[in-house]
């Protein structure tokens, strides 16, 4: 490895470790699980039995049921009444009841119409359960082990599936709403499904927990179909570590980080470019919306996530590689087709702020529409990627949203715990977005984002559709007819200073602590609150006052120097004012950088004459603020590592310096201690002409005064070439 490739991996995790907080504050952990593999992938994607169910579950209030299914369809009506009847002589009042019940592979659980509280599982734990030793997590909860979830299933779950195989539980209701099992929020999960291959969910509802309602884990084979989940604290649905997965025709809203999970897919693709055999997890004709996000994925590689809607949340969607303990890091291959994504512009910080949030679940008012964000994310944003590779987003709509539609950045590896150099900018590469429909409906309205792309620039392999709009930066590389064919290709190894700062800022966010950072407009900041706006007007004002002191003490008297100073001005002027307007991409920016380029250039040239090691210097750094220039606004250069903006910011740092220093100098003394006055030097007095002796007076000798008498001048003096040999005292005219 080079020294330079070296300095700019050593640059990057510095830059990185600053930003860490982004994804290690407390309250912000993610999903945390015991240490789990992947199924070996040898099972299926389970298919829906249609017999006569093996067991049954229902409540004894024949009034209620008969109540609730009295609109159902008159089959269907018939069927459940004959249900009952079985059910009243032979079934389970409760599903866990039903569940435990199961001795062999392949049986079938139907859940007459009713509110199940499953009021056996809902206590605190007692006895040995109330001690058990295991770590806890960042939120508070203890990560147990497979073991202690079999010996005290009850301490986290409501409901607990643990080793069952090819298990179906159903709701036999005419909608989903009519069975609803209930956790009122007494418990980590509503249903936990773990180590259970081929299980099959439908047609009922989950809700109120204080992490997720339904879990599926380390599972080779599931399906979720025409299910609900409502009202958690985290997730809605929690898939993990699991493969042959299919969520179809789902609906999840008011949870706290996303309504959908597929985190630690199984990561069956990973090594491969965009074409791939198959997906671990499929994801179809679902909605999920009022969220904090509607569909997220630590680690969620390999996930098909097609024809569904996500509207209505703070983000649409994301997948990251940016929490530690998830397997199959750095997230990969996931591919995005065909979805509704818009609108997602809802901020629910307001509910951390005010104290709401700090309240117990149960007090909260989810059910008023209440969402307590639990991780910082842009609110207004379509689909964010935060150290994703090989993901495919293609003919999606996309549209209405108030930031950006994609918002793509890189996570150095040591957030997810690997220090390996090689290793360190291996994320943000060959994500592919083409063919989206922007900023317009399905009905071809329009309906525009605010800008369409936002991306730090890290990253190699990346492209954009060529009719994108808005964006930041403002060009972008292209992407071909063909996946893998990208026009204006980049590489670099660390993302733009300004976007990592604000990151920085961003990451300071705790919702147990109602922490929400001063400075992000993530968070409300807007003008002079914004740190991109603090920073513009911060080294604005540095840089003007040295290259005003420059100006005044050593080229006052040049014009070239003092049309720069202007020019460099209105430059920094427009820098700040272009900082203001961040979440709309405009020209300004570059326009600033162009300005404050011919500034330094011009400056240099002025320079030359007296200090001529800072006037190339300044024109380097000019050089590099019009390279910025055309980075940003015409075309993102190639072949580099780092943007011109790095190389801008450490070079300015050795200019304002060096300016300072030199406006400042002291120069030498005279004998009689005046200093000598550079900036409008006095021209020197002319000699006073000797005067002219007669030819009488050649030899005349001394006056009474003392005074001698002038000597004739020799013919080289009188031929006005004003050179005087020097002859020994006395001696005569030659």
Known sequence: MSWTRRFVLALTVVLAALAAALFTAPGAQAHEERPVTFPDGSGSVPKLRTGEPDLLVCKTDRADFERRISGFPATLKARNLAL????????????????DAVDRPGLTIAILPGLYEEEPSLPPPTGACATLKAPRSALGYQILSYEQQRQCPHNQNLVAILGKKNLQIEGTGASRLDVVIDAKYQKLNALRADGTDGVYFRNFTAQRTTFNSLYVLAADGFVIDDVLTRWNDEYGFLTFASDHGLYKNCESY????????????????????????????????????????GYSGTAGDSVYVHDNEFDHNMGGASMDSAFPGHPGLPQNHARFERNLIHDNNQNYYRYVADGTCAKPPVERGYEQGVV?????????????????????????????HQRAAFYLSAVPAFIRGESD?????????????????????????????????????????????????????GTLPGCGARRGDVFGNTDRLVGEPVKLAQLLVCADYNVQARRLP????????????????????????????????LWWRRLRGSRLAGAATLIGFAGLALDVAGSTLALTPTAVPALALLLTGLWWTLLGLALRPTRPVLAWTTVALGALTLLD????????VPGIPVSPAWLRLLLGIVWVLWAVVAAGARTPHTAGGERERERNPEPAPDPEPAPVPTPASTSAPASASGSASVPEPRPEQESGSGHTEARPHGEGPA
């Open 254 to 293: 008011g949870n706290g980080d996303s309504g959908i999970y597929p985190g630690s897919a199984s990561d069956i693709n990973d090594g491969r470019g965009y074409d791939v055999p198959r997906y671990s997890i499929e994801i179809t004709g679902c909605r999920s919306h009022h969220n904090m996000v």
């Open 84 to 99: 009952y009847e079985r059910c009243a002589r032979t079934g389970h009042r409760h599903l866990q009841q039903a569940v």
């Open 421 to 473: 150099w090689g290793k360190q900018t291996d994320t943000s590469h060959h994500n592919r977005y083409a063919g989206n429909r922007l900023g317009v409906d399905r009905a071809g309205n329009a309906r525009p984002n605010r800008s369409d792309v936002w991306w730090d620039g890290q990253g190699s392999g990346n492209c954009w559709q060529t009719d994108t709009g808005a964006a930041s930066p």
């Open 518 to 549: 001063a400075g992000c407009d993530w968070y409300g900041a807007r003008g002079l609150q914004r740190v991109e706006t603090q920073l513009a007007l911060g080294s604005s004002l540095v840089l003007a006052l040295a290259g005003f002191a």
């Open 629 to 636: 220039a055309f980075d940003k606004a015409v075309l993102m």
């Open 372 to 400: 307590c964000p639990q991780i910082s994310m842009p609110p207004g944003t379509g689909i964010i990627t935060a150290g994703g590779n090989w993901n495919l987003y293609e003919n999606n709509w996309v549209y209405g």
